[in-house]
């Protein structure tokens, strides 16, 4: 176990200093790479964040619900079958 810990810190401290250089390496004066941002970039991606979130339950609801149909469908096709799992008892 110890072994294993004292593995990982080695990696992460490697990975932490290979990539420290990269974060220094841009000089855009901490604008970031979208350049600068005001109130109307902030208000219209908060507000594609809200879209994405309402089109994602929306997408999933439907997903499940067709998931559903087809469970209840193989359901219904195993009793009409007479499936000796589906009779009850012992």
Sequence with gaps: M??????????ATLLVLLLAPAAQAV?????GY???TDDKVVTNFGFA??????L?????SMLQRALDR???ARKAAQA???G???????
Excluded: C, S, T
């Excluded at 110890?2 to 990696?11: D, N």
């Excluded at 994602?56 to 999933?60: D, G, H, N, R, S």
């Design 2 to 11: 110890r072994a294993r810990l004292v593995k990982i810190g080695f990696y």
């Design 27 to 31: 000089e855009n004066d901490g604008r």
């Design 34 to 36: 979208y350049g600068e």
């Design 49 to 54: 964040v809200i879209a994405f979130f309402a």
């Design 56 to 60: 994602f339950v929306f997408l999933m």
């Design 70 to 72: 087809r469970k209840e």
């Design 80 to 82: 009409q079958l007479g």
């Design 84 to 90: 000796a799992e589906w009779r009850g008892g012992w």
